[in-house]
């Protein structure tokens, strides 16, 4: 069974760091592309960050660019998201996905497999 299952999610502060992982289990990831997506209440799921399948290119949403980097590890089937210099705004459940290529997209369409989220909660 394909599973992929975040953790490092949490309560913090404005300006505090965080770093969310994401394990993979029933299948090697090693050829896909990984991405970082985040949903706030009452919003559409965005991009937040993707990496291709070797960790040599990386992808960032605007809002998030210079605070987050996202990385992995292909021999322990592992995706990172380092976050930095919280904000209020990067309050959501962030998901981890892996794509069909070994590129990532920033459609979340392009993505087969899903995490079951974890929660990042920033107060000012």
């Known amino acids: 069974q394909v599973q992929l299952v975040e953790s490092g999610g949490r309560l913090v502060q404005a300006g505090d760091s965080l770093r969310l992982s994401c394990a993979a289990s029933?299948?090697?990831?090693?050829?896909?592309?990984m991405g970082w997506f985040r949903q706030a209440p009452g919003k559409e799921r965005e991009f937040v960050a993707g990496?291709?399948?070797?960790?040599?290119?990386?992808s960032y949403t605007d809002s998030v660019k210079g605070r987050f980097t996202i990385s992995r590890d292909n021999a322990k089937n592992m995706v990172y998201l380092q976050m930095n210099s919280l904000k209020p705004e990067d309050t959501a459940v962030y998901y981890c996905?892996?794509?069909?290529?070994?590129?990532?997209?920033?459609?979340?369409?392009?993505?087969?497999?899903w995490g079951q989220g974890t929660q990042v909660t920033v107060s000012s």
């Open positions: 996905a892996a794509g069909r290529t070994g590129m990532y997209s920033g459609s979340s369409q392009e993505y087969d497999f």
């Open positions: 029933g299948h090697t990831f090693a050829w896909n592309g």
């Open positions: 990496i291709n399948w070797s960790g040599e290119i990386t």
